[in-house]
Structure formats: structure tokens, C-alpha cells
């Protein structure tokens, strides 16, 4: 985030009633001081944000005193919605994108949001093309999908090996589920659990940690395993079906030889 200072416009008289500029600007000028502006406008949003935010105040307290007719600031409403986005994005993930950029984010979960935003701010996009972007990603979380399965299944679709987890979270659900069923229905899974041929003899606690048992997998199990070697090409273009991800799994060794 850029400090207040360096966006404050450097030419001309700027009050509370309006801004005085010289009839001498250049064009650049011009254009520069109407982008300073526009940050200017952002970092006021994000100050009303979090001004509504600080403070220890009573249920209802901060309403009644910004509807009173002593208040000369922003309505209500607007603080409120000013204050939900500075609250949901805490201060390390603003980027300096506009605070539109974040507020149409806002809708998302956190770490959705915060991969738009990433989006957004190497694609240069517009407000207008992160809207539709947060759209899109909507539509896929109704579905079941994360952008993270989405760009799985992208890798898929260019015949890319992947990995992906059936473990279910906290909540009883399971994050790769949708990606999974996709890779079922195209033909495109194959399981690699302890149950398999690919499956890793070594296991988690009996056998080491897990950088330990997947060490072992890779330096001295499937390199005397030469009938396996032989059908790693069976797996190019799959999603690899564990439990693990997006810990280390003794999949991602055969997902790497499988591209090669």
C-alpha cells in the first residue's frame, strides 16, 4: 500500500468545498494527478472502514450516533459496508488494487478472494472484469468447485498429471470432490492409495514422518519396482487419487515422473 502522502495531488488547492487547479497542467499532469485522485478515493474507503471498525462501543451505539443530526459524515449504510470489507480483509491481504477490487472479493471466502485479487492484479484487470471473475468463481463454489481444483483440472485438460485428496475437512467435507467426480466420469482417475499397486508400503508413524515414508517411497521402493516403471506412462494426463493432498504424498513423485 502506497502512503497517503505520495497520492496526495501536488498542484492546486484541495478543500473541503472543492479543488483549485492551475489552467497550466500538461496533459500528463493531468492524467496523473486524476489517478492520484482515484487512490486518494480508495484509501479514504479503507480509513472510514476502518475508523467504523476500532473503537468499544454498545450494541446499536455506532448507528444512533451517525443517524443523529449531529453527524455530518457518510450514512450509515455505507460506513457499514465500508466496514465489513476492512474487516474482511485485514491489512496484510489489501494490495493496491481499488477498494471496488476488494468489496466485489468481499463475497467470497477469504483465501477465493484473495487468488482474485492475485488474478487481478496480474492480469491488470478492470472492477468490471473482477466482477465477472467473482461470478464466475460462484458459480463453481455452487458446484463444489475451488479455483484450485479448477486449475488441476486446467493441468488435466492439458494432459498434465495431477494430484488430488478424498479426505474429508473438519466440517465432513471433501475439498477435491468435485475435481474427483469430474476425473471419474472422463476416465481420467486413477487411485494410488495403500490398497493399490501405486499404493506407499511405507507408512506415516510406524515407518518415519511423512517426508520420511515418501523419501523411502521414492529412493528405495519404486526404483526396484521395474514392472511399475514400466506402466508410469498409465498415469500421464490422470488425476492421481490419495489422501494427502495438499500435504506431501508419495503421488507427487509419480506425478513428476509421469510428466517427464
Known amino acids: 500500500m502506497k502512503d497517503l502522502i505520495t497520492i496526495l495531488p501536488s498542484k492546486g488547492n484541495l478543500t473541503k468545498t472543492g479543488w483549485e487547479l492551475p489552467s497550466t497542467l500538461t496533459k500528463e499532469q493531468w492524467i496523473d494527478y486524476g489517478s492520484r485522485f482515484a487512490e486518494l478515493g480508495g ?3 479503507w480509513g472510514w472502514g476502518d475508523w467504523w471498525n476500532s473503537g ?3 450494541h446499536g451505539e455506532r448507528k444512533r450516533i451517525v443517524e443523529s443530526d449531529s453527524w455530518n459524515g457518510l450514512a450509515y449504510e455505507t460506513l457499514k459496508n465500508y466496514g465489513v470489507v476492512a474487516e474482511f480483509f485485514e491489512m496484510s491481504h489489501r ?8 468489496m466485489s472479493c468481499s463475497s467470497l471466502p477469504i483465501d477465493e478472494a484473495l487468488k482474485v485479487l492475485d488474478w487481478a492484479v496480474e492480469n491488470k484487470s478492470s472492477t468490471r472484469a473482477t466482477v465477472d471473475k467473482v461470478k464466475e468463481i460462484k458459480a463453481w ?3 463444489g468447485w475451488t479455483t484450485d481444483q479448477v486449475e488441476r483440472k486446467e493441468l488435466i485438460e492439458q494432459g498434465i498429471t495431477v494430484v488430488a485428496s478424498k479426505r474429508a475437512n473438519k466440517d465432513g467435507k471433501i475439498p477435491d470432490a468435485a475435481l474427483i467426480a469430474w476425473a471419474d466420469q472422463q476416465g481420467l482417475m486413477t487411485e494410488i492409495g495403500r490398497t493399490t499397486k501405486w499404493g506407499n508400503p511405507f507408512e506415516i508413524g510406524d515407518d518415519g514422518d511423512r517426508n520420511e ?3 523411502n ?7 526396484f519396482k521395474h514392472k511399475l516403471n514400466n ?3 498409465e498415469l500421464k494426463g490422470k488425476v492421481l487419487v490419495c489422501w494427502c493432498y495438499p500435504e ?3 503421488g507427487d513423485h509419480l506425478k513428476d515422473l509421469a510428466n517427464e
Open 248 to 250: 506431501r504424498c508419495h
Open 213 to 215: 515414508v515418501c523419501d
Open 231 to 233: 506402466q508410469i506412462t
Open 141 to 143: 463454489l455452487a458446484q
Open 43 to 45: 484509501a479514504v474507503q
Open 95 to 102: 494490495c493496491d488494487l481499488s477498494f471496488k477490487h476488494h
Open 217 to 223: 517411497h521414492r529412493d528405495h521402493y519404486l526404483p
Open 56 to 58: 468499544n462501543f454498545e
